[in-house]
């Protein structure tokens, strides 16, 4: 058996067992407090989440534990204290391997009396092992042993020499014999394709595969045990390459507590912000919903009353009140960021819905866990997290109590039943806060197996990753809906010297986010004065990391970066272009169109058209960006994305009325800064991935790249501009540029001494029924100053085509010929072997224009008479 984390930890034992005694005794101090602290967190993962958020409370406990003694506590409390009952089913195993009381031929009793051997050698005092005893015994005794030793005590060499041994044996009795440690323990990683590194710490992980294949599964990068569902492993990281592990230290501060590898004795940071809440349980949300069903007009609902600040957003209400009520859609997800107003959009809904005979219940199921108040974001309790919780819930309010605490009862069998055919009739069942139920995807597609119509689903939800609903986004408010939810806010905080200029600064800079607008009145009310509303939002950690932190934690890495580079310049940028920079940082094309379209499914981006050309352009809320500016600045890869908006910043800053002016503009902006590096030294090359990717996406920028490198004028850059007017012109373009291109690529052709693409180019172009007649003719005229080039002579087949092609266009537009005209017109007869022709527009040019030269002189050639 081996667990990496502490099979490293082994090998330091055995190098510092070749050193001196005192060193090996302490190198398997460490490997034990190391074992102590792996099983201990093993153990609280496979603690189960519940209202009173027992495992939250413990591992809050640890953050802060600067002894050993408060993880034996911990330990006890998830195996016979009050976090116990939580335990995972799968988990009773290593709960009975810890607390069975075990006899003297057993692993646990041989690692006790082992432990209490080396205490002995020690001179330690400690509590006396029994004839039996359980493993939490050694725990406790190792507490002691840590605390008079490496604690607080010291050992003298010949004590630890004698010790050594015993504490050896002690060790490998629970590492080799604790089914903890066998099992699946690996440390994920996503990747750009949203797919993960799968990095095996112990136990058999080919379960796990299907991980490295799909990319539709959202983990936060982390260590994880397999208990039936992989659970993560708290207070635990890996270095690279899984070449260290750090434990939870102790010294928690307001941002960071200490991690300590027992390896190398190096030490990093943990996030202190995500045992920032009290343990406890949390109040109930303002939103749960009723304990039970009561008589609503026409309807029984347990749905909280409607939010007494709501205001009426009436385009929103109709289009979600006829899709509540029709016959055709099953389930329906109002998707938007928090604080939007899905929530009381829907319960404002519900209230109409009593009065119509569609449903006879309405059920309200609530996950949320996060209620935004004007005072700010404040944590409560979930409700419903998971399809065992919802049935349960469901059936509580529903049956009576007897039937539910009835053995043999199931209560998730029963609400698929209900969700199929519900006894009561026609239901309407809400989801409110989709999000935070502990996998959306696997709870939608059971909900989405088992409704049947005339049933129904509301879903209201931050996050949608998945298929089969009737998606309806939800945004800002319209500026109307905005100013009369100031004025309500401002009624209720008693606000009444509010100016008018600052409304209106309040609006763009919230761009009418009603929970923005109302913690900006708030910020108001507080300080009684007028402050810059772009800093008050910046400086609001608690406000971006409720509105944000959940959708970003769900996004792909490449999403992320997408999402950091917006952040890091206030600016519209031409999606074609953010995607081209990003593929060139990560080489991974797929993943960035998705990232790009995970930002604005999650709202949060936005996507703008412009007016001239209808290519899109996104861009950032100012709220969204001035989170992202906060990831970014802690982000290891914040060099790398910067570089990346160095780039972007080539195309010109835009505001959101600047994208009428179009793609085209942008990348004329781009080029001409391209051109400015190259000037100055630069090479082209660097830059050309991201004009080419642009231009595969928008073809119209392979003539401004053509033109730029024609006008440089170089073989190399003719040659490249061949090649990008080449790359146009397959795109079957139409309008004014295919004239200008099919003109370019002839100049471009004769520059280069290219005869034969010379004359393609221009016939190609006198075939554009725009072109001017006499530009036709200047054609002709050319084909046949270059009938003998080497080129053409050498190929007298290719000339003949040539000329064919060319006297077709000209025949047709005959009647716009000039004598002239007609004259060059039966040369291009006479190279296409066509001398009747040849003869017809020679007499034609003669009666035209009877003393022209150049048809006298065809018409002598030709043998006409007169």
Known sequence: ????????????????????????????????????????????????????????????????????????????????????QYLLTEARIEQAQFTKICSQESWQHKAVIELKAALIALDITAEDVPAKTDLKRWFRLFSTLRNKTRGHGATSTSKAKKAAPHLQESIDAIYKNASLLTRPWIHLHRNYSGKYRVQKISGDVSSLDYLKKESHHSFYNGIYILFGDLRRVPLFKAGDELRDFFFANGGLSNKRYEMLSYLSDDKIGGDASEYSIPPGTLPASETDGHGELEVRQNCLSNAPDPLEDYVSRPALEEQ??????????????????????????????????????????????????????????????????????????????????????????????????QLERNELGPCLYVFDNFETTQNPIEVFNWIDTFLRLPNKALITTRLRDFKGDYPVDIGGMTDGEARQLINRTCVFLKISDIEEGYINEILETSERHPYVIKILLGEYARTGKRSNVGQLLAGNDQLLTALFERTYASLSPCAQRSFLTLSAWNSSVPKVALEAVLMRSTAERQEVEKGVEALLQYSMAELHAATTDGEMFVRLPKVASAFGKKKLFINPLRDSIL?????????????????????????????????????????????????????????PGWLMLARWHYENGSDNDLNQSKIELTRFLEQQPAGDTVDEAWQLLANVCFRLHDTIGEIHARIARAQIPSVPFWEVSNAANRLNSLHRDPALAGDPELSRSFALRLLE??????????????????????????????????????????????????????????
């Not at 302490?26 to 201990?40: D, G, N, P, Q, R």
């Not at 389930?331 to 929530?343: A, D, E, P, Y």
């Not at 005959?814 to 040849?838: C, I, K, T």
């Not at 009877?850 to 007169?866: A, F, K, V, W």
């Open 1 to 84: 058996m081996s667990h990496l984390a502490i099979s490293q930890i082994f090998e330091r034992v055995e190098s510092a067992s070749e050193d001196s005694d005192f060193n090996h005794f302490f190198s398997l101090l460490l490997a034990a407090e190391a074992l102590f602290k792996i099983l201990t967190l093993g153990m609280l993962s496979a603690v189960s989440d519940d209202d009173a958020r027992n495992r939250y409370r413990l591992e809050h406990s640890l953050a802060r534990a600067d002894g050993i003694g408060e993880w034996g506590k911990a330990l006890e409390d998830a195996l016979s204290g009050p976090a116990s």
């Open 643 to 699: 570089s990346d908006v160095e780039i972007l910043k080539m195309l010109g800053p835009s505001r959101n009325d600047d994208v009428r002016l179009g793609l085209a503009f942008k990348l004329e902006k781009f080029i001409s800064n391209i051109a400015q590096r190259v000037d100055a030294g630069e090479a082209f090359e660097d830059y050309a991935p991201i004009v080419e990717m642009i231009c595969r996406a928008y073809p």
């Open 809 to 866: 266009i000209l025949d047709r537009r005959r009647g716009e010929a000039s004598a002239d005209d007609l004259s060059r017109m039966a040369w291009v007869a006479l190279h296409a072997d066509q001398r009747v022709r040849a003869i017809e527009f020679t007499e034609l040019g003669l009666r035209i224009e009877p003393d022209n030269t150049h048809c006298i002189g065809l018409s002598e050639r030709l043998g006409i008479t007169t």
């Open 320 to 417: 979600l009140g006829e899709l509540l009520l029709d016959n055709r859609r099953p389930i329906i997800t109002l998707v938007g960021s928090g604080g939007i107003g899905k929530t009381s959009l829907s319960l404002s809904l519900i209230e109409k819905i009593y009065s119509q005979n569609r449903f006879a219940t309405v059920i309200w199921l609530s996950a949320r866990d996060i209620d935004l108040t004007l005072t700010g974001p404040k944590s409560v309790r979930a409700s419903v997290l998971s399809p065992d919780e919802m049935g349960r819930r469901y059936a509580e309010l529903v049956l009576p109590k007897e039937k539910v605490l009835e053995k043999g009862f199931q209560p998730r069998v029963f609400f698929e039943q």
